[in-house]
């Protein structure tokens, strides 16, 4: 069975552009998680779904950031204007609800504005 | 006082001993608790989990939980070059996980 899918992997803007991040969670989980991942900050959670629901989104910075789950099977983040202290890895995490909390990570995109 | 606190190394042990990483969470309430391994530029990856005081054993891995000291570790037996990673506690609180910083764990040959 597939992993967690996101994409792009890589992402290099300039500060102002819009970035979009995509996953696809594993198949028959519920639950999807959008964390970011930075030295000084470590793993924050950003936002998450359940039954494409956002549950709790207190973790998003600011309203720069936003978040979808259109379906079961993909989920976007979308951060406009990009600024420079965006710049991090964001990892999408799947589970289901029988064991909501064995979270299930993707490889990431690493970002970088300019 | 941050939620999830673990000393960040980094924890240098020779190869075949025992590594143990520590990690200690201030809501009392919380019920389940995880390790995940991460890989210098990989995705954390669940290693462990544990629900109850006590020991959970696991292969060459141990989880240990104290509810009433609000502590978690993790034993590594026989810690071989490929257990060199960062370590992140996690503790399920208000609906969501929580984690630490990471312990960076590096087993020298």
């Not at chain 1, 992402?11 to 970035?19: C, H």
């Not at chain 1, 978040?67 to 202290?85: C, D, G, V």
Request: glycine share 8%.
């Amino acid at each position: 069975d597939a992993g967690v899918i996101q994409s792009p992997r890589h992402e290099v803007t300039e500060m102002g552009q819009e970035v979009t991040l995509r996953c696809k969670p594993i198949s028959g989980h519920d639950y999807l998680f959008w964390y970011r991942q930075t030295m000084m900050r470590g793993l924050e959670l950003l936002i998450y779904f359940n039954n494409n629901v956002p549950i709790d989104d207190s973790g998003m910075p600011e309203d720069r950031f936003s978040a979808k789950m259109p379906n079961a099977s993909f989920s976007t983040l979308k951060i406009q204007p990009s600024e420079p202290r965006d710049s991090a890895v964001y990892f999408c995490a799947s589970s289901f609800s029988g064991r909501a909390y064995e979270q299930y990570f993707g490889p990431g995109t690493r970002l970088t504005v300019t | 006082q941050k939620e999830v606190e673990q000393n960040s190394g980094p924890l240098s042990v020779p190869e075949g001993a025992i590594a143990s990483l520590n990690c200690t969470y201030s809501d009392r309430g919380s019920q389940s608790f995880f390790w995940y391994r991460q890989y210098s530029g990989k995705s954390p990856e669940l290693i462990m989990f544990i629900y109850s005081n006590g020991d959970k054993e696991d292969g060459r891995f141990t989880a240990q939980l104290n509810k009433a000291s609000q502590y978690v570790s993790l034993l590594i037996r026989d810690s071989q070059p490929s257990d060199s990673a960062t370590y992140l506690c996690a503790v399920e609180g208000a609906q969501k996980l929580v984690f630490g910083q990471g312990t960076r764990l590096t087993i020298n040959p």
